[in-house]
């Protein structure tokens, strides 16, 4: 699977954000669909995933709250829409799939993934 990421952008801070993934192929469901992002001089840190089916997500504990994904499996995209935004949400932004439907395989481990997308950079001002 291909994974293309978009909407990434300049945001004040306490402002939103929506970022989308579109991915390719046909067996979209059958992927395990996250977000992680690295900032500036930072390791690539976990920020939200979401299972085939879409009943099942996962968050950073300190992110839930303001970070929300979802996705559409009759449009092979995923979201991840971003509220309250603070100076350091500042990071490229990336979509990740692992083959998996269950809820098992909604990981918050980057190495569990084999797909990556190219990134979204998301700059929140202050």
């Known amino acids: 699977v291909q994974l293309q990421a978009s909407g990434g952008g300049l945001v004040q801070a306490g402002g939103s954000l929506r970022l989308s993934c579109a991915a390719s192929?046909?067996?979209?469901?059958?992927?395990?669909m996250g977000w992680f992002r690295q900032a500036p001089g930072k390791e690539r840190e976990f920020v939200a995933v979401v299972d085939g089916t879409g009943a099942r997500t996962y968050y950073a504990d300190l992110l839930q709250g303001r970070f929300t994904i979802s996705r559409d499996n009759a449009k092979n995209t995923v979201h991840l829409q971003g509220s309250s935004l603070k100076p350091e949400d500042t990071a490229v932004y990336y979509c990740v799939a692992r083959v998996g439907w269950g809820a098992d395989y909604a990981s918050r481990q980057a190495d569990q993934y084999d797909h990556w997308g190219q990134g979204t950079l998301v700059t929140v001002s202050s």
């Open positions: 192929g046909r067996t979209f469901n059958n992927y395990a």
